[in-house]
Structures are given as C-alpha cells and as structure tokens.
C-alpha cells in the first residue's frame, strides 16, 4: 500500500541536527515531518536501555558543543532537557599512580606541580592560548562559511566579516591564530609542557573522532573543536544530559511536535525522488512515499549522495568530489552496566575527579603509535580511552547503588585487517570481542576489578556505528576535521552552504559546517538556508542562530 | 679594521645570491664563510664523495637574474634527468617527458591521470611561486608606503591567477593545498610505484610522512619551477663555483675559512661582526645564512624580546635525511636498468603506502628499517663513480645517537633496499660514505641537519616562517636580517631567500 | 551518593596559618594564590587605623618569589624590565614593571639585588614559565622560592620601635634599602602602604618564631594583625597599582587588547630606553607617545566611594572607569583611581562619574565631578626619614 502525503519540508533522519532543523522550519510555520529508519529517534545523541535497569548514552557521551542560541532558540529546557556540568578528571597510569585534572584551579594547579612545577605554571599560557582560539573561532559556528570564489554580496559579506575578525586581532595574534590552526597538538603541547603524562591527559581531545594522530598537523584545531562548546558560559565545560545523550534529541523533537511537526519512525529512505533537477521528496523502505518541494538530509554527505539520490543527473566533479570526501572511522565505543561502583585504587578515597573522563595514555608517543596501529588497519594495541561514569551524577542512568560506565575508544578501524585483507566484514563477534578485551585491558589500569563488576556490555565497532546509526564507516564527524575538509571546504567545496545539487535538496548533518559533535549549529545553518531560499518571508526572524 | 655596507654571514647558496644581488645593487658587500670553501649545505661533502645535493629542480630564474647569473649557463642547463620508480619485480616505472612508461617501453595505465594530476600541481606552484617570490604577505609597512603597493598588486595577481583558473578549480586548489599527499593521490591512482614516487617527493628531506596534512604542498613546491630535474654540468661545486664568479663580479669580498664569533650590535642597530680571529668588520647591514638560533647566539640573546627567542626554539627542524654515498666500481650499467635510464633519479617508494610505513619509527626517534630512497648516479671529476642516495628516514635525534653500529645498519638497510630492486647492485658496490643529519648538523650548522633549515610545515610557512614575526627577513636590531632557508618562501637550493632578504633590507635601510 | 571529599581541594595552608587563625575572628579568609588568607581579622576599620596610627603586621608568603642567580644575572633582569637595574645597587630594592613583546605590562614587583650576581624577584603573579624563556641564552639559575621564603610586612608609625624591641638593629636602613640582619632573618625598608614600614623574610619553616618574636615585641606599640582589606585602603591612598584591579597583567588576559603600555598607567618614569635593549622596547618606543588612554588618580566629589563607576566626558560620552575607589579616612577625601580614554584623561576639567547608590532598598545614581591630582593622596615624611620615628 502506498500511503501519500504532502509536506513543506522532509528532514530524512532524526538525529540531533536532523530535528534541529526540522525545529526551526516549522517554527518558521513550515509543514515538516522527519522520517526515521530505526524505531527510536536520535542517531548518535540517542539513550537506550539495554539491559533492565541501566540507561546507555550509545554513541555520543558527554554534552559541550550544543549551542546555547539553540537551546534558547527551541526552548529545549521546557522540552525536559537538563544539562549538568562534572567535574575534572583523570589519567592513570601503570605503576599505579594518576594526574588529576581538578575544576578547581588551586588544586589543579598542585596537583600539576606535584608532576612538574614548571608545567603548573605553563599551564596558564597554554589556557590562555586555548581560550582566545575558542573566543576567535565561536561567532563563526552559526553563520555560513562563504564561497572564496563567489562575488554574491552573501559571501562577500561573510568574507568581509571573517577578514574584519582576522584583522581585529592585530597581525602578532593572527599569526600565533594561524600556527594554531595548522599545527598538531603533540607539538603544540610539546611547546608548553615537559610531562608526558600531563602532555597526554590534555591531548585526547585532539584526537577524539578523528583518523589523525597527536602529531599530524590539523590536530590542534580538533582540541580547539572539542573546547568551543560551554556549559552555561563556562567555554570548554563539558556536563552530561540528565537521561543520557538521547534527552537532547528527545528534547528537540518535543519542540518540534509542539509546533506542529511530526516524525515517522521505523522506516529509512529508500530515495530521496527528484525530477529535472528539482526535489520530489522521498520514497521509504517500506513504500510510502512522502512529497515535499524541500528535503534535508541529516545523512552524511557520502550516504545521502551515493545511496540515495540519482547521480546521473549531479554534475561529475561534484560527485567525484563526494567520492574523495573523506569519512573514516576510528573509534570504537563500550557501554557497559556496573554492579557497584568499581574500585580505583590509585585515587584518592571519595575523590571528585572521578565523576569526570578518565584515560590511561601515559605520553605523546603511546597515543602516536595507537594512532599507528589503526592505519596498519587494527584496533590500537593500547588504545587511547575516554571513560566515564555519568550515574556518579545522573541517577537516573543506573538503579540505586549500580553504575553505567561510558568508554569511548579510540583507534579502531573500520575495514578491518586480518592478514593483509582490509574489510569490515572481519568485523566478526570473535573480533569484535577480542577488542573489548584489549578495552578492558586498558580500563583495568584504572579500576582492575574492573571484570568483576560488569553485569552487562554493549561493544560497537565502527561497523555497528554504521549499521545502527547510519554513520559511513562510523566516523562519528560524518567526515574527517581536516583543513581541507573544513569551513568552506566542507563537505566538499564549492557546496559548503547547505545547498546541493539538486534543487530543494539540502545538507544539515555534521558533515556540512562546521562540523560534528553534538552541536545543532548545521541543522540550525540549514534551516536558515532552507528559509532563505525556500520561503517568501525568508528569515529565521527573532532567533539567534 | 674594514667598512662595509653588508655583511653577510655564511656563503652557502642563499649567502652567495644575497650578496651578489646586493652588490650588484652598488653595496660594497663582504661575504663571510666559516668552511674552506662556499656552498654550504648543497656541495658539502666529506673525502672527495658526491656533494649532499645532487640535483636542481627549484633553483629560481629570478634568483638567478638578480644575481646577475644568465639562465642559460651552460651549468646550470647541464642535463635534464628522467625518473625512475624502482619495483622489486623488475618491471621499473620510467617517467619521461611527462607520461608514465614500464620497462619495456609500453605506456603505463597511469600515465594520464599521473600526467593530470602533476600538471594540476604544477599550475598551482607557478600560482604559489608568486608568493616565493617576496616576502611574505602581511608585513607591517605603512599603508600607503611602496612596499605595501607592491605587496597590494602582488596579492592582487595572485587574485586574479586564482579567478583564471576558473572557479571549480580554484575551489579545488584551496582544498587542495590544505590537504595531504597520500589522499590526494590516491584519489586518482591506486597505490603502487606511481603513487609511491609522488609520496617520496613529497616528503623528501622533510620530517613528516604523506598522510600528514599539508605534505601537498612540499609536493607543490617541489614542482613551483616546472618540475624539471637537472643534473649540473660539473657538479653542484660548479653550480656554487658560478655563484661565487658572480658575487666576486658583483664586488662582494669573499673570506672563506673565517669564523664569524660575535654579530656587533649597538644602540638597537647592527654595527658589524667580529671574527674569530679578532677582526672587527664594520656595516650597518648584516644578512645572517645561519638559522635563527645560531644568528641568537651570534649576537646574544638579549637584542631579542623574549617571545622572538620562545618561538626561535619553537621551530621544528629534524633532519630526517641522511646521505649515502656508494662507490661504484666502474661505469658499467647497472643491473636491470636500460641504457637510456642509466643516469636517471632512481626512487625507492613502491607505494605511497610504504612511504608512510617508513615514516613511523622517525616519530620515535629510530631509523625506518625499510627506507625510502632517491639516488643518482654520478661520475665525479677524478673519474670515480657513484651511486648517490638520498635516504629516509634518518632522524637526526635518533635513540642512542648515531653510534657506527647505527650507521653500519644504516647504511647496510640502504644496500639492502636498492639491491631488492636492482638485484646484483652489490656486486658493483666497492666503497661507501653515510652522512647522517648530526653530522650535516655539525658540517653546516643548520638545525637538526635538515635540509630547510625549519621544516617545512604549514604552520612554519609563508608568514609564519621561520617563525611568527620574524618572516618579513628582519630579525630583531636594525639592520640584521635572516637570510637562509628557513625563512621563506625556504630552502632546496632555490635560491629565493637569499634573494628576497637582500631586496627587503635593501628597502628597509633606504 | 557517597559524600565527596578531597584532601587536595581547597585553600591551604600558609606559613602563618596557625597564627593568623587564633586572631581570625572574623573567619574570612580568601583565596591568595591557593592560600587562605585574612581579608578582615576583626574589624576591617580598626585594622586600618592601626596600620596608619601604631603598627601593622601582614603575610605576604603567597607573593611569588624567584631567585635568579647566576653571572649573567644583571643582563638576563635588564632584558626583562623596562628599567635598569645596573642601578639598583647591592642591598637595595628596585620598584619594576616588565611587558610582553608588544610592549603592555606583564607585572609589576620588586627586586632584591641580594648579592653580586644574586637576586630575588617578588610580584604578584606567577612567573616561571616566562623566567625561564627570559633567562634562555643567559648563564642565569632560576628558582621558584614562592613556597620557600615567608614574609610578614609590617608597616605604620611604630613599626621602627617594633623591630626595636624585638633585638633588630635597622636604624640606617633608609626606604628600599634591605639588610641580613640575621643568619635567618632579612629586612627590607619596604611596603604597600606608602606609610613607615618594614619587610621581613625568613625561612618558610622559621615562619611561626618570627611571627611570635615581632608579636611580642609590638605589645607596647599597639601592633595589631590586619588582612587585606585594610592594606587596600592604605594602598590606594598610596596610589599604588594592584595586578588585576588597576591593570590588566597581559598574560592573564583571554580577551585580546587588554593590555596597558607603562606610560598608560603612569609608570613611564620606569621606562629607561637608554640602557639598551629590553623586553618590548621596539614597541614602546612607537607608543610611548601615544597612549590610549591613562591611569589617573583624583579626588572624587561627595562622600561616596566610587569603586566601578563609569566616566563620562560631559553628559553622554563614556570615557573611562575607577578601577578603585574608596573614602580615605586619613586624607579625608573621597579618592580613586582611574582610566580616562585619551585625550580626554587630559581635559580632566569635565569629567564627572556616575555612582550608583544602594540606600535600604532604593537605587539610585549620582554624578560627581572628579578632580585630578598628581601627587600620592597621603604620602607622611615619617615614610622615607632615617632614622625613623618611633611613634
């Protein structure tokens, strides 16, 4: 049976930006409805119960980015979402001691002394440096990145203004901006500190996400990426949403509905219908097929083109372009149900910087060779890992008394090597399972009773990623963040304002600008393209972003 | 006691070009060398071996023009060389007048999108040589003043080159030359000895492997003159031989063996030097061939604001290069190779791939135990023969250092490497000579033995090279200026630094 | 949840904690670099006036202290600050402000020229990291002392006959010299006040003896204990410049262009261009005459302190601020200091500020007319007479 129906705007997925989107236009009074191919709506900032009793944030883990115009935009607070700084944190290493990252800046200022008097004292060159980068770089993540080649007086305009801010910071700033934005973060951390273990704490953000490693240029900027974010004004914060992950998404759709909007769950795209050169709308795995004269992809940029849409019709470079787009995986994630809170013997008793991320990379050069490993086409032999344990703080992620811990991992390949043929489909459970070992492994450092205390273990390689949220190859930026594929390279150039091809398609996931991340800031981009273009009165009148 | 206009320290090529081309300017010049002979870098060489530069690629008209050197020198035009990408199997990759060939002479499958993609390249260095060829943009001169003009209509041809290229392509180039040289290879070619000798060219000298972003534009640099390589008539001794001829015709005073101890300073401004042996030269303009950390010590630490000093020991530059030197028997062919190739540029890099893999250990400080190799054969004045290789990676601060254990295994891997994809080469090997980076280090002076003095990076390019708010060739007092490879556009026997220094002090001391 | 406790959060110790806290009964204590320190023991007021009629004692441990030792000692420090310390002869104290590449203060502080080639820099912000940058090429050993040496500053009128009593022969010292006077005890004729008063510095573990010794030695002299809050009123009638509050210290600045030239905060007379090269020397040269605006004191109309408020140039045009306002109680006078954006900090004549005011729930604002003065608004010859008085 074919079911028929019209609408002003299709948002093919519901994830973050997805709904984001679908947010803004209908509060713009459009006629929206989000399809959704999984049963549950979220993508990657999605909660689920996987076991009685314990709540996993899946993919994404811990809130930053997600722009505070946004949130004031959709109103999420009144939506039920509730977002809660932690505190600190912590690397752990082998002969059984720590580095603890502190909030409080006395204490973390001692405790860095304790490793290197001189590195406590670094430390505040080194912040200052990141803060500026982050004050520089955050009036740019809503607004269009301009067409270097276009006379529009739109680019022109947004060119003129990002010449205006690169002038206004005198040319000995501009200079130490433009090192920043080019250099690796093992050199620049090198530039600063002494300690390997202090070096190694603060590089992780550098590489979250990313297939780069500590000393591959371009990495700085992805710190810079994990440090533009705040949590009410507190830049760089990072805090956990009350429900896990899956609250923001849930609090966007809420939004969303309460306007009008609506969302179909349970059936992907099968195609995104266009006909000379004009979007139709969209045809579902299960037959329906919905109209519209607009439709936004939240798919990253390689599925919406290569899967969904006629190529015949899209001019070649852009194509070839989209097949050269850049889209690695390279994390992993473990999820995993506690009986009780485990133990860590190397902290303190009833110490704070537990309730934040933990790692146990020891130095600059472990992460590198991890970083090593993953182009050889495996899991990184000690693999850099972000762990943490929300229920600390969010009780409503475990029953009373027990704990959901966080792990994310970084490298693990998407295609997979064994013995020289690279493929994901050497993702077997064998594999899949010998890399939690290796996870546990590391965990262990921290916490070695860490075995005992598991009730429960959801393991995601890359190729999970992909099949359940739709990522390609689980690269959890929808693109890598490197120069080439930044700003108005993003996704590929020439196509960095939303816009694609095919009239009325739009892009408003994370591989358009600026990026991934739970963010919102391309779905709240695109809608604004989207009403611009779309729409006779044009503008998101009265909102922030 | 002797007066000078300029003074310049160390008479390695950028020294030599700087001086001619101020002294042709009608600056009565004094061209300071510390080694018995000049050339620096590029024509050192230990016991009669080959020089450590082999070949000219980069070396600039321009350059060559203001040092009042005619292009056409029969030097300089020598001979023009082919490549060779070697393979293990045999089947050599041969390219020659731009198209891609095996060894039996059919062409090869990738010999157009090798043809496209170059010729892409080469069009972006003739845009980015524009850049090379001044200062680098952003300086601080008055709005109004000539300088800003020039920099203005500089800025404004580059514009206007770009828009020429149309705008798909334009978009392209500005992703391009952010982006890294194994990916955008391998976007057009699948891996393989193609890929691979694109990836080694890229990463020659340097001390980053082609998955690093912006390796495109060490490719990019390397091909800003056309990409053609030559082999000097006489040898790169005759090439600094014709420099030299033309700073002695320009005026300039040529010390050689003669150590600069101390660079004068008084009052915030340059004054002279003072040697070694206790003379005093006086000039109001001192051009430093020496890396900035040595032109600090030259003139002490306290000339400097203490950012200048903070980013100067910043500077990234690990010479991840060493020389090989491999005497050959005689001048028979070597095994495997067709006449027509017998003094061709012989790469070792069976793909972009292995390239990478080469890479790893110099990130750790060890050696790569599978190398990546560029080598030439020459025949030197006293009729001796060689096979002179380039091979990487080497890294100047190897673990342990460079012990003769670690150079025997050094030079035991590259006789290895080669003889894998010319077997019998050994045979023909009767002598050997390895130069490691300390050891370039020790000889030259320049940083970690790397070939550009500073690596170059995009974060130690352009105005950020050699580093922030030193680019502009002035360095700290009135009147001293950096003149080597590390500042910019940079190093490769180009020539252009010397050159750019020279026109920039010349300006700044009107 | 557990309860969370961590034996590394929170303020610590100093080296006087023990005596500062039997005295503590007001228990406010504030955050000085990690420190717990007094802002008020008792009475805030009663602090004050011991300072300016008897004698006061303060700790001064968390200011950070750095020794840099070494042959190159002189020439590495004449880098460093803009004045030149060629002149700050052995056993002297030296006022110096030191500035970025771009010539806006880093800090201000004091330096001890101990012995040949041996000195102590002692400033308000911590310094290592840039020491050690500024001391690259130099034969100079850098030694953070910050947790080393504690220091008590006493200051007022008595403060001569303090050190009197307690056995310690410093009758000679004449303002900014400093002596050894025991193998564990050094005192310099310095302070924050602009009032007669002494430095003392000692050994970190000797810290509780000394405090003991002085306190018994001022019960005659009305010596009191006295937290910050007191020094600060003394301080701005002084005229002095607190790191944060009058300036901005350009390295602890995020937001960009926050930074002040020495001429700017009316410290050109530190600013020697003679001497050679030093630490944004180029730069200042080029904005030495062009400041953009200027640290001024002035006398402030009224009877309300002024701390924060906004001037104005006539009636609409915002043109500067007070960074710190108080009533001085010694001078008398409403006072503060300020920034005036050029040229008007030169056309003082129609400045007014716009105070707010909070009386039992009701706001309200008020102009007043600010009068610019040069000199310090209380600066008593007792300060600088040698021998001093003892009263």
């Given at each position: 049976m074919t079911l028929e129906s019209r609408y002003d705007a299709i948002v093919v997925g519901a994830g973050h930006n997805g709904l984001t989107a679908a947010a803004y236009m209908a509060r713009a009074g459009m006629n929206v409805l989000v399809v959704e191919k999984n049963d549950w709506i979220g993508g990657a900032a999605v909660s689920r119960s996987l076991h009685d009793g314990w709540t996993y944030s899946n993919c994404s883990y811990v809130c930053s980015l997600l722009r505070r115009e946004i949130a004031r935009d959709l109103d999420l607070p009144k939506y039920g979402l509730q977002v809660i700084p932690y505190e600190g944190g912590a690397s752990f290493t082998r002969d059984g001691d720590h580095f603890a990252y502190y909030s409080d800046h006395n204490a973390l200022r001692r405790e860095m002394a304790r490793h290197s008097a001189r590195d406590a004292d670094a430390y505040r060159a080194y912040s200052q440096a990141i803060m500026r980068q982050c004050r520089f770089i955050r009036p740019f993540l809503l607004r269009d990145a301009p067409d270097p080649a276009s006379l529009r007086p739109r680019d022109l305009g947004e060119l003129a203004y990002l010449v205006k801010k690169a002038h206004g910071l005198g040319s000995r700033e501009l200079g130490e901006t433009l090192k920043f934005w080019t250099m690796s973060i093992g050199d620049f951390l090198d530039e600063h500190f002494e300690n390997d273990l202090i070096k190694a704490h603060l590089a992780g953000s550098g590489i979250i996400g990313t297939g780069l490693g500590v000393y591959s240029p371009g990495t700085a900027y992805v710190l810079l990426h994990h440090y533009m974010g705040d949590i009410d004004g507190g830049i760089g914060a990072w805090g956990f949403a009350r429900g896990g992950m899956g609250a923001i998404s849930n609090a966007i759709a809420a939004s969303f509905k309460d306007h009008g909007g609506t969302i179909h769950t349970g059936a992907g795209v099968e195609k995104i219908l266009s006909k000379d050169g004009r979007v139709q709308g969209v045809a579902l795995e299960d037959g329906k097929v919905f109209y519209a004269p607009v439709v936004a992809s939240n798919m990253d940029i390689k599925r919406t083109i290569q899967h969904h849409v006629d190529t015949d019709d899209l001019p070649q470079d852009f194509t070839k372009a989209v097949n050269n787009f850049k889209i690695r995986g390279s994390s992993a994630k473990l999820n995993i149900s506690l009986d009780q809170f485990p133990d860590f013997p190397a902290a303190p008793e009833h110490t704070s910087f537990l309730r934040g991320d933990m790692h146990v990379s020891e130095s600059l050069f472990e992460l590198e060779r991890a970083y090593d490993d993953w182009k050889d086409g495996r899991w990184s032999e000690k693999p850099y890992i972000d762990m943490l344990i929300p229920s600390q703080i969010d009780p409503t992620m475990a029953p009373t008394g027990a704990h959901m811990m966080t792990v994310f991992v970084?490298?693990?390949?998407?295609d997979l090597n064994i013995d020289g043929n690279r493929s994901a489909?050497?993702?077997t459970d064998a594999q899949r399972n010998a890399m939690a070992e290796t996870v546990l492994n590391q965990i262990s450092v921290a916490c070695p009773d860490i075995r005992d205390r598991v009730v429960h273990m959801e393991v995601r390689s890359p190729l999970e990623i992909e099949r359940e949220v739709g990522l390609t190859e689980g690269n959890i930026f929808q693109g890598e963040l490197t120069f080439d594929q930044l700003f108005f390279n993003r996704p590929v150039p020439g196509w960095s304002q939303y816009s694609l091809p095919i009239k009325g398609l739009y892009l408003c996931g994370s591989s358009a600008h600026p990026g991934g991340g739970v963010m919102g800031a391309p779905g709240a981009n695109a809608a604004r393209a989207i009403l611009r273009h779309e729409t006779r009165h044009g503008r998101m009148k009265g909102y922030a972003a | 006691m002797s007066n000078y206009d300029a003074i310049v320290v160390g008479g390695g090529i950028n020294g030599l070009i700087a001086g001619a081309v101020l002294g042709r300017k009608g600056k009565k010049v004094c061209i300071i060398e510390k080694a018995g002979s000049f050339g620096g870098m590029a024509s050192y060489a230990v016991d009669g071996g080959p020089s450590l530069a082999h070949a000219l690629y980069n070396l600039s008209p321009l350059a060559l023009k203001d040092t009042g050197i005619d292009a056409d020198h029969a030097t300089l035009t020598g001979q023009q060389i082919d490549t060779v990408s070697l393979s293990s199997d045999g089947n050599h990759i041969a390219f020659k007048e731009g198209r891609v060939y095996w060894n039996d002479g059919t062409e090869h499958p990738q010999s157009q999108a090798w043809r496209e993609l170059t010729h892409r390249l080469k069009t972006y260095g003739g845009l980015l040589r524009q850049l090379a060829e001044?200062?680098?943009?952003?300086?601080?001169?008055?709005?109004?003043?000539r300088a800003r003009f020039a920099e203005m209509l500089r800025l404004a041809k580059l514009g206007v080159g770009l828009k020429k290229l149309g705008k798909t392509e334009m978009r392209r180039f500005l992703q391009v030359v952010l982006s890294n040289v194994y990916d955008i290879v391998l976007d057009d070619l699948p891996d393989g000895p193609v890929a691979g000798m694109l990836a080694a060219d890229a990463i020659r000298g340097a001390a980053t492997g082609p998955r690093s972003p912006g390796t495109v534009f060490n490719l990019i640099y390397r091909l800003g003159h056309g990409g053609t390589i030559t082999r000097p008539a006489g040898g790169m001794t005759a090439v600094v031989d014709a420099l030299v001829e033309a700073a002695r015709a320009a005026g300039c005073t040529m010390l050689h063996e003669t150590e600069v101890s101390r660079i004068l300073v008084d009052e915030d401004a340059v004054t002279g030097v003072l040697t070694a042996d206790g003379q005093t030269l006086n000039a109001p303009m001192v051009l430093s061939n020496v890396a900035s950390p040595l032109t600090c010590k030259l003139t002490g630490p306290s000339v400097f604001d203490i950012e200048t000093t903070r980013r100067i020991r910043n500077i990234r530059a690990r010479g991840t290069a060493a020389k090989v030197n491999l005497r050959l028997k005689d001048a028979s062919p070597l095994p495997g190779l067709k006449d027509e190739l017998k003094g061709a540029r012989l790469i070792y890099a069976p793909s972009a791939a292995y390239v990478e893999t080469a890479f790893n250990p110099a990130k750790y400080r060890e050696m790569s135990k599978a190398p990546v190799i560029e080598a030439i054969r020459t025949e030197l004045p006293d009729g001796s023969h060689w096979l002179s290789a380039i091979v990487q990676y080497a890294p100047s601060d190897i673990e342990g250092g460079w012990t003769q254990s670690a150079l025997d295994q050094l030079t035991q891997l590259t006789i290895d490497t080669l003889d894998r994809a010319v077997p019998g080469l050994r045979d023909h090997i009767v002598g050997t000579q390895t130069i490691t980076p300390d050891q370039i280090q020790a000889a030259t002076g320049a940083p970690g033995g790397h070939w550009h003095h500073a690596e170059m990076s995009l974060d130690q390019?352009?105005?950020?090279?050699?580093?922030n708010g030193t680019s502009r060739y002035a360095f700290g007092p009135k009147g001293l200026f950096l003149c080597g490879a590390a500042t910019h556009p940079g190093g490769d026997v180009m020539g252009l630094a010397g050159r750019n220094a020279a026109l920039t002090a010349l300006e700044a001391l009107k | 949840m557990s309860n969370f406790v961590d034996p590394k959060l929170g303020l610590i110790p100093g080296p006087f904690h023990t005596k500062l806290a039997e005295q503590n009964r007001a228990r406010s204590w504030y955050d000085w670099a990690g420190y717990a320190a007094p802002g008020i023991l008792d009475s805030m007021e009663f602090e004050y006036f011991a300072l300016r009629n008897q004698s006061s004692l303060f700790d001064i441990s968390p200011m950070h202290k750095y020794r840099l030792a070494g042959p190159d000692a002189v020439e590495m420090l004449n880098r460093l600050v803009t004045r030149d310390v060629r002149k700050i002869k052995k056993g002297r104290v030296g006022y110096a402000v030191w500035c970025d590449e771009e010539g806006y203060v880093i800090d201000d502080g004091t330096l001890f020229h101990l012995a040949d080639d041996d000195w102590r820099l002692c400033c308000q912000e911590p310094m290592l990291t840039w020491l050690h940058d500024g001391a690259w090429g130099f034969d100079v050993a850098i030694k953070d002392e910050t947790h080393d040496i504690a220091s008590l500053s006493l200051q007022g009128p008595t403060s001569f006959a303090v050190l009197e009593a307690a056995g310690l022969d410093i009758a000679h010292l004449k303002p900014f010299d400093m002596i050894q006077v025991e193998p564990d005890l050094m005192i310099s004729r310095?302070?924050?006040?602009?009032?007669l008063g002494y430095e003392l510095w000692c050994d970190w573990g000797k810290a509780e003896a000394l405090w003991d010794r002085i306190w018994q030695a001022g019960t005659h002299q009305g010596l009191r204990a006295i937290g910050y809050e007191a020094v600060n009123i003394a301080r701005i009638e002084a005229g002095f410049l607190t790191a944060g509050v009058d300036f901005q210290p350009v390295h602890a600045t995020e937001r960009l262009h926050r930074g002040q030239t020495p001429f700017e905060l009316g410290l050109g007379w530190l600013v020697h261009f003679d001497k050679g090269h030093f630490n944004g020397r180029r730069a200042l040269l080029s904005k030495q005459h062009t400041p953009r605006s200027l640290l001024i004191r002035c006398d402030v109309e009224g009877f309300k302190p002024a701390q924060g408020a906004l001037i104005y140039n006539g009636r609409k045009r915002e043109v500067g601020h007070i960074t710190s306002g108080i009533w001085s109680p010694t001078a008398k006078k409403n006072i503060a200091l300020a920034h005036v954006r050029m040229p008007d900090a030169q056309r003082a004549s129609k400045l007014k500020t716009e105070i707010y005011t909070l009386e039992e729930g009701k706001w309200d604002t008020r102009m007043a007319r600010l009068t610019p003065v040069t000199d310090a608004f209380f600066a008593p010859l007792r300060a600088r007479a040698t021998p001093p008085a003892r009263t």
């Open positions: 970084q490298y693990a390949p998407y489909d050497n993702w | 001044a200062p680098p943009p952003g300086g601080h001169s008055a709005s109004l003043s390019l352009l105005t950020l090279r050699p580093s | 310095t302070g924050f006040t602009g009032d």
